[in-house]
């Protein structure tokens, strides 16, 4: 609760100790990296990552080329993170963190060469409009990348059957952040864990689904790789 006695938001809570949680975990840092790599992202490129953070993804893009990166994110606090972050950075105009909703991307953006995003996209509910909006968003040939976890948990929280599919992944996922981030991060990651049980902000469908989904936008080459062999996190990516 803040003073005002307001229920704080989810993401305002964890700003704090992002990196020292999720931003611990060795899965969460190798697709960070995959996806930089599978991005192309070259000098010059204009790049777009939804769901900035506390910018681990953009700062990885911003190091692999010279490029410029637009960062949005819709917690103030998340990006207030990200800003004290780069303050003392000397990047100068080659980023620019801004406030914005993935499920209504403000046509203000323009046009970028690259549009990545990590494990932000499943908090929006109604997808199709979304990847459709983040497609107009990119220049003919451009490139949209996601890194995500490959998990359906769409469905009723009664379903015996996807609960045991949602704890078969946590279980995993629980033992994770214990190992790479000690009891504090086992400790959010649990908190977050049960968000997925309860649909409580968290949508997160399968891969086969997200391809789909970028097929019916009118996306291309639409390729999916595991962040390593056998692992539950992807990362598609998919050309205007
Ligand atoms: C798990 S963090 C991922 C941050 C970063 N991309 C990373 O991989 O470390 C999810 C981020 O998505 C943001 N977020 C959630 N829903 C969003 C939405 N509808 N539009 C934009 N950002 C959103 C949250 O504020 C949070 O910063």
């Given amino acids: 609760m803040t003073k005002r006695g307001k229920r704080k938001d989810w993401f305002q ?91 209504s991307l403000d046509p203000g953006l323009g046009q970028f060469d690259v549009i990545a995003s990590t494990v932000t996209l499943h908090h929006v509910k109604d997808k199709l409009p979304m990847i459709r909006a983040i497609r107009s968003h990119l220049k003919p040939g451009g490139r949209f990348v996601l890194g995500d976890v490959d998990l359906d948990t769409t469905g009723d929280p009664a379903d015996l059957k996807r609960l045991s599919r949602i704890l078969d992944f946590l279980r995993e996922e629980w033992m994770a952040a214990m190992a790479d981030a000690g009891p504090d991060g086992f400790r959010r990651m649990f908190d977050n864990g049960k968000k997925h049980v309860f649909n409580d902000g968290e949508y997160c469908v399968s891969f086969r689904e997200w391809a789909a989904l970028c097929r019916k936008a009118g996306f291309d080459g639409v390729t999916v790789r595991p962040v390593v062999k056998g692992s539950r996190f992807k990362v598609l990516t998919a050309i205007k």
């Fill in 13 to 103: 809570d964890w700003s704090n100790e992002y990196d020292a949680t999720l931003g611990r975990m060795r899965r969460h840092l190798k697709m960070l990296d995959l996806v930089v790599a599978v991005s192309g992202v070259k000098d010059g490129d204009r790049v777009l990552d939804i769901g900035c953070g506390t910018g681990l993804l953009s700062l990885r893009l911003l190091d692999a080329a010279r490029c410029t990166v637009v960062g949005i994110d819709k917690s103030p606090e998340m990006l207030a993170c990200f800003r004290r972050k780069i303050r003392g950075m000397a990047l100068g105009k080659r980023v620019d963190v801004r406030r914005g909703d993935a499920a």
